[in-house]
């Protein structure tokens, strides 16, 4: 089982949930931009949520499947199409023997991610199948895939197979087949061109000028265009953050989210492909559950940062993740009952 | 106005250990040691990370060890659900004081380890020129030939404190003051792998080509990133590594 890549798109990488347990040698934990996105299209594949599937950039490719497969196509609204039919997000879907996957303009997000029953079977390196591009290991020969790549797919698990079963019933006469069940609504991040990201304080705000930190908690921030994977440079309308008294921090861990404001006093925040550790004051960091809408930020856009407590982000996480639990659970019960005609929240 | 939040605020007594424990967001704690780098606060550091390798508490991810701090990375709900939180979505909830009271605990218990034997590793390296670009303005800086500059960076003996920053990098204590240099104003979007580099008082060298803010003084043809062995780095923390170059030619 393979899909071949006809047109390679954009930046469309092999990406899991992340390289974890190496940090500490300084190895980058990567993986998917929007996370969210690649655990809800696994799951609904029947898939572990850490399998890997394609990271899909602003451009899409096109995508050939010589055999019959089981995908789901999560995240930002690239305007996916399966032949000449249009494909709907957060959906189980079957791609029939010879069927096409294209994608569109972005409608909403810049970052579509393709989960296949079984995962793309690329080697996994130091216990993962993300693509670290700048290191040039992992993923698809440690790159962005090309034309003519032809991407091995693991064998589905039970849950996938059940699902594919379950869908059956669904096909169109060419063979295309998208589930009744999708995500409830409201487990979906309120993905917006310019969003505003609820946001913890940083380990070092006290040390900004007052002023510095309401500017940042108040203001629009746009995301330059040289920004990346990992991380996006951010340019604020007003002046630069400025600290309190200018000193040189002693380099420590960061992680996804984390703000921090080199000496030039435009704001980054740290993103997927972040470095493990950081020597510039770190201003703020994004609350877990808001990472999906910064991952979906497109260059250009504008991010604000509303502050909330910790407590509050806390609680955002657990809803979030307790979300994903009863979309998994409803999956379940729904592989169980054999009836694919309830919502997979568990909703009929 | 917003506040900085911290689980406590100042240093804590835990047994012999003093620590402060802050949240970096809502998935992870630091465990701050000290306030300067300095041998004390390293063996501290390196005693917690060798703990930490040892224990482990239900849903932690990871923990990276730096100069003065151990951070340690978890899934606040599988912490909440192992160690006995009380798990609602309520806003009572709360993992990272879980997490702390945890880590509290292991503060307590961290005995001396044992000191591992420094293991020495040489690093040739071509100073100046285009492999360092910086090398110039390090030098002006402080007043200095740039032979000088060079004879100062490799008569001393480095300490690796941490791995971080990237795959390899070593973050080395004891770099002459004479040639300490302020990390550039803006960081540059590109620099190559193996090159040297300066930063306030610390030295090192970039193991693959990546964005950094460093003054850049050489370059070695040294590979310090081996994704396909384990452990993956030339360099490992704790031990003593001096510098030695050789001028390209």
Known sequence: MSMIIVKPGLLTTVQDLGRYGSQHFGVI????????????????????????????????????????????????????????????????????????????????????????????????????????????????EGRALQKGDRLPVGAPREAGKKLASLLADEAQADGVAFSRWSVAPDLLPAYTPNPEVRTVAGQELALFEEESAERFFAGAFKVRTDSDRMGYRLSGEGDALRLREKRELVSSAVTFGTVQVPPDGQPIVLMADRQTTGGYPKIAQVASADLPLLAQTNLGGTVRFRPVSLQEAQRLYLVRENGIRTLRSGLERMQASGNGRVQADGKR | MVKLEGLAGNYEKYGEVEAKLLPLGDSAVTVQLGETICRRTHDRVRQLAEHLERHR??????????????????????????????????????????????????????????????RVTEIP?????????????????????????????????????????????????????????????????SIPAGTVGIAGDQTGVYPIATPGGWQLIGKTPEPLFLPDAMPPTLLRAGGYRPVPAHLPG
């Not at chain 2, 004879?151 to 002459?176: E, K, N, R, W």
């Open chain 2, 57 to 118: 508490f239900p849903g932690m991810i990871e923990y990276v060890p730096a100069f003065l701090s151990v951070t340690v990375y978890f899934d606040p709900l599988e912490a909440l659900t192992g160690l006995g939180g009380h798990v609602d979505t309520d806003g009572q909830a709360d993992p990272l004081g879980v997490v702390a009271d945890w880590l509290g605990e292991q503060l307590a218990k961290l005995e001396n380890a044992a000191q591992t034997t420094p």
């Open chain 1, 29 to 140: 934990v990567g993986g998917a931009m929007d996370a969210f996105a690649l655990r809800i299209a696994n799951l609904l594949v029947g898939n572990d949520e850490n399998a890997a599937g394609l990271e899909i950039t602003m451009l899409g490719p096109e995508i050939y499947f010589a055999e019959a497969a089981l995908v789901s196509v999560c995240g930002g609204d690239l305007s996916p199409r399966l032949n000449d039919r249009e494909l709907p997000l957060w959906k189980t879907i079957v791609a029939p023997e010879g069927s096409v996957l294209r994608f569109g303009p972005a409608r909403l997000g810049c970052r579509a991610y393709l989960a296949i029953a079984g995962g793309i079977d690329a080697p996994a390196k130091m216990n993962s199948r993300s693509t670290y591009l700048r290191a040039g290991i992992g993923g698809w």
């Open chain 2, 125 to 189: 390296v071509c100073y100046g020129g285009e492999l360092g670009p910086d090398l110039p303005e390090v030098a002006a800086t402080h007043g200095l030939t740039e032979q000088e500059v060079i004879d100062i960076h490799t008569s001393a003996d480095y300490l690796v404190y941490m791995l971080g920053f990237a795959p390899g990098f070593a973050y080395l204590g004891g770099l002459p003051q004479r040639i300490a240099t302020p990390r550039r104003q803006t960081p540059r979007l």
